[in-house]
């Protein structure tokens, strides 16, 4: 069985300020990893996944995840917050053998002016 | 092609009342999938599809929930005699199928925007 669990459902960052939003998960294989955001009335979108090879993975819109295997780890990061960055975030795992993905509950983002 | 579809975006009903969803994939996606997202939390997987074969089913699909894809391209998802309980955000995405052995299996999962269901 695998989980996901995302620590914080509400995180509140100023502007220009780190974002981290956690993300641990449990898998009897190796997994592949997910960070997925949902903006308001939208569907979700994929900012950057892990699957193998370089565990510092890059995203768009300047995020950025580390899998952290001893961690049972994959925490988004991103130096400078933006407005535009206020959504929820989603962590997803897939195990190898399997099609669908596995989400986190979540954990909504405040961006404060 | 813009994306992955859903229709109707919102939809009311009544408990008891059938509903219908319809998806549309990306065109050249062969592997289409259903979740479901309640307030609150993340999407829960609810079934599956390649082409037009329907591979997994969560036990969270209930005999009242059936979902086909006849001819491999759009799908459709219904419930029959909705439950209060039911009312969520009915979630699709489609991928496509990469063949090569050297390059990792998956492939990314596009969502489309949702059906939000109410049950009164």
């Known amino acids: ?113 | 092609d813009t994306g992955v579809s859903q229709d109707p975006r919102h939809k009311i009903t009544k408990r008891g009342q059938n509903v219908t969803f319809r998806c549309d994939p990306i065109s050249e996606h062969n592997r289409l999938y259903w979740y479901r997202q309640t307030l609150g939390q993340g999407p829960e997987f609810l079934t599956y599809f390649q082409n037009e074969a329907q591979l997994e089913k969560s036990r969270l699909l209930s005999d009242r929930f059936s979902a086909e894809r006849p001819k491999g391209s759009f799908s459709t998802l219904e419930i029959q005699r909705t439950e209060q309980g039911d009312s969520a955000m009915y979630l699709c995405a489609s991928s496509s199928r990469r063949d090569s052995p050297q390059i990792s299996s998956y492939n990314e999962q596009f969502f489309g925007p949702g059906t939000r269901l109410t049950v009164l």
Not at chain 1, 9 to 26: D, F, K, M, P, T
Not at chain 1, 63 to 82: D, G, I, R, V
Not at chain 1, 94 to 112: E, I, K, M, P, Y
């Open chain 1, 1 to 113: 069985a695998q989980s996901v669990t995302q620590l914080g459902s509400h995180v509140s960052v100023s502007e220009g300020a780190l974002v981290l939003l956690r993300c641990n998960y449990s898998s009897s294989v190796p997994p592949y990893l997910f960070w997925y955001v949902q903006y308001p009335n939208q569907g979700l979108q994929l900012l950057l996944k892990y699957t193998t090879g370089a565990t510092l993975v890059k995203g768009i819109n300047g995020f950025e995840a580390e899998f952290k295997k001893s961690e049972t780890s994959f925490h988004l990061t991103k130096p400078s917050a933006h407005m535009s960055d206020a959504a929820e975030y989603f962590c997803a795992v897939r195990r190898g053998s399997a099609r669908q993905l596995t989400f986190g509950s979540g954990t909504q983002l405040t961006v404060l002016p």
